[in-house]
């Protein structure tokens, strides 16, 4: 922690990371992205809360197949990190701005910001769609990464490297969530 990377070294971890973290954990999109935006870049919040303020969104609101869960994951990420209270708050004008710039990067790169429509070619197919939303789910990060770190490039000073460019498997995590329990 505290070492000084390249901005893109920086959003590429952190899209790298919530993409392991996706998989091995067994996360949803908008769990994987507040969790490792949250600890990656110094959110504030505990693991725990990270990942169970997500967990309403999956699926698109609770599997309401609305807007994507990685969408909103990303935007609530961003609030957590630049939002009002936090030590790099934005204004409420230029968090709008944040949050629209958000959304539409990621309405511009997948031409939809709807759960059902991004997985309807994957019906069927569990592994595939997991494999797409995956992808989606990193997508999401990159984007709220790049943002938090336009707006306020100083927090790349102070971001996890440790924690971000971990790399785990699905047994470390079986691992881990069993520690929990001991």
């Given at each position: ?24 954990h ?34 698109g ?8 869960g ?53 019906v ?18 990159e ?13 790349a ?9 971990r ?16």
């Amino acid at each position: 922690m505290g070492e000084v990377f390249s901005k893109e070294s920086l959003i590429q971890a952190i899209r790298q990371r919530t993409e392991n973290y996706y998989h091995v954990h067994g996360l949803c999109c908008s769990e994987a992205i507040l969790f490792v935006v949250n600890k990656g870049l110094g959110g504030g919040l505990s693991d725990d809360m990270a990942r169970r303020l997500g967990a309403g969104f999956c699926g698109g609101m609770g599997g309401g197949e609305g807007v994507c869960g990685a969408l909103s994951g990303a935007v609530a990420a961003l609030g957590l990190i630049l939002g009002p209270g936090q030590r790099y708050a934005l204004p409420k004008a230029k968090m709008r701005r944040a949050a629209k710039q958000l959304h539409d990067s990621f309405l511009n790169a997948l031409r939809s910001t709807s759960c059902l429509e991004l997985s309807a070619p994957f019906v069927g197919d569990r592994k595939a769609r997991m494999k797409s939303c995956q992808g989606i789910t990193g997508l999401g990060a990159e984007i709220c990464a790049r943002i938090i770190l336009d707006f306020r490039p100083a927090l790349a000073n102070g971001a996890d490297f440790d924690f971000l460019n971990r790399r785990e498997n699905k047994v470390q995590a079986v691992i881990q969530k069993m520690g929990t329990f001991f």
